[in-house]
């Protein structure tokens, strides 16, 4: 006769080792939480990733049960903070706020005091954003085939505004340039707010600016809104093309906002703060930001986050070498 075996001892094991693995992943969540978690931004107060990571932290500090805090780190183009958090332990309680210059920063500097691609762990994306071209209204430029053919008329007469040189405003002009085959000339300026009173006053005709900046000229009709750099028309201006849609085929340009650890951070952890990333991005805190900022909330695992910089970071890289763009 063949031998029975009673499952029912096998099925006691299997339930206590289930147990034994919740329990120890309670225990560690736990441990964690025990510790303040610091989102380092490396920008001053006040600004654009500023905000979205006050908003990140305290939404995650509900999600880990634990305190989560923001450090402002800023200077010398986010290297300053981005390499505080390099150096931290890696113990998934120092992070880094990455946005668009850390892709670009490998590009325009070539000694960096960090290795861009080995140096770091993905946690998450957090949120891309996109710019918007705008115009003066009296400039006559209606639309992106509108400046294509008044670039075209006057090679280098056609000025753009930007924040300075490698920002997102300076490249979304120069990859526009590219793939435009025209030429406009960058005009650099200490932020966004003198730029646009000189767009204004029609010092420069164009710019590539963020929607906080500039959508509320928009709305009053101060200035006039060309396109959207994203890949997709959005919600906050369902009736702007893209720029693509508008005449320049493949053309995005997208700023993003997303966590890093340093290298080394163990798997367990990224995945522990992976989850509270993505569980925060579906509070009603961050609805005010989709609409003010034109942020698009993304989430998603690690590995999708790390393809998407590298990929961000060879387009950036390509734009800074053919633009001839160096900063000392």
Partial sequence: MPMTVDPKPFAHVFLTLV??????????????????????????????????????????????????????????????????????????????????????????????????????????????????????????????????????????????????????AHLAGELFNSLAHVKLTAVHYKGAAPAITDLLGGTIQVMFTTVASAASLVKASKLKALAVTSAKRTAAFPDLPTVAEAGVPGYVAESWYGLFAPAKTPPETIALLNKAVNKSLHASSFDKLVDNEGLVLVGGPPEQFGAYVRDQEALWRKVVQDAGIKIE
Avoid: W
């Avoid at 993905?122 to 400039?139: C, D, H, K, W």
């Avoid at 006559?140 to 753009?160: E, F, M, T």
């Fill in 19 to 168: 147990a034994c693995l919740a329990l120890s992943g309670a225990a560690g969540a736990a441990e964690f939480a025990s510790q303040v978690t610091r989102i380092v931004v490396p920008f001053a107060a006040g600004g654009g990733t500023d905000i979205i990571s006050r908003t990140l932290a305290q939404e995650m500090t509900k999600e880990l049960n634990g305190t989560v805090i923001v450090e402002n780190k800023p200077g010398a183009g986010t290297i300053v903070g981005t390499e505080y958090v390099v150096k931290a332990n890696p113990d998934g309680h120092t992070l880094v706020m990455a946005t668009f210059a850390h892709a670009v920063n490998p590009g325009l500097r070539p000694k960096l005091p960090y290795d861009t691609d080995e140096d770091f762990a993905p946690v998450a994306l957090v949120a891309r954003s996109f710019n918007i071209v705008i115009v003066n209204p009296g400039s006559g430029i209606k639309s992106i085939a509108d400046l294509i053919a008044a670039a075209k008329a006057k090679p280098g007469a056609i000025n753009y505004g930007t924040f300075g040189p490698g920002t997102s």
